[in-house]
């Protein structure tokens, strides 16, 4: 599953990118031939591990980088060296809030605006009232919370009126109350002015919450590209299957043990295949049926548990189930399968979907 859509308005093609480690070090590849379409007015999060080119994506489309191949085209326009920043029309939020120490909130928000008049009043007084930061006008940065400055950064990002608006991690510092409100009034703010934004983050409750469009990325490529819900229910990839859902998609390697769960397709179940299934996708199993378990862990989270499960097997294989079942304690035995339909099928060696 590819990162293309039929209507594209922004496009990378085959876009390649390498750094060095260190100063003296060779380059090594960051982009390996990353392919992505992006459409007017969507929100395309981008997601994945640590050194799989979310950020290096976001600086090359905001100009502060070059491909050293491939190409980014916006509208049909070649976005390359002679189209600077500055002529992009993109707005950046970055992990830090980066505001300008000596200047009171007001003073950050209009930097670099010029004559605060008409269209550009306006567009400001509406991004104050819809951030809820119009107390602040007079205060210095330091004397603002994290989550205050970051709610700043963001309003002055906004308030560039610009038709793309890339946000690299901007939450990633808050408390859990505050990424919450800011994500919704960014959300809010992004659907109702159909701004393109593109959004980099490595918690992916944020990623499915925000997501138009979910772009797995790993090695320096688009692995998938779709909506959240396609994805955690139908990932083509193994590395998209561990990656979505919490805890952690269950998975199995062995025939024996999956066949104790009561696949529905036995037959799938040959060598080199991996199998999967979610947490949430287990059910208790009537006597003599299923696998028997032991709850070796239970975490309460309000409407639902959390429990770890170990088999009872010489392999002592460890489960997630994640269940509004709250009445099992830890030490206590009982029999689980596989809700029908729910187990997934890789291939061991590629990772792809069977």
Known sequence: MSGLTPEPWLQLRGVQKSFPRHRKDPPQPVLRGLDLEIAKGECLVLLGASGSGKTTTLRLLAGFEQPDAGSIHCEGRLWD????????????????????????????????????????????????????IGTWMDKRPDQLSGGEKQRVSLARALSRDRPLLLCDEPLSQLDMASRTELRRMLRDWQQRRRLTLVYVTHDQTEAMALADRLAILSDGRVLECAASQELYLN????????????????????????????????????????SCFRAEDLRVAAPGEGMLVTVIQREFGGHETVYTLKTVSPEGVELRWRSAE????????????IIPGKSLEFASDTGLRC
């Open 81 to 132: 060296k002679t189209m600077p920043p500055e002529k992009r029309g993109v707005a950046m939020v970055f992990q830090e809030a980066a505001l300008y120490p000596h200047l009171n909130v007001r003073g950050n928000l209009e930097f670099g605006l010029g004559k605060i008049t008409g269209k550009t009043a306006e567009v400001l007084n509406e991004v104050i009232a819809h951030t809820g």
């Open 235 to 274: 990932p083509q990839h193994l590395a998209t299957a561990q990656l979505l859902g919490s805890p952690s998609i269950n998975i199995f390697t062995s025939k024996p043990h999956m066949c104790s769960l009561n696949m529905e397709n036995e037959s799938r179940l040959s060598p080199g295949r991996t």
């Open 326 to 337: 709250h009445s099992y304690a830890v030490g206590d035995s009982l029999r689980i399968a």
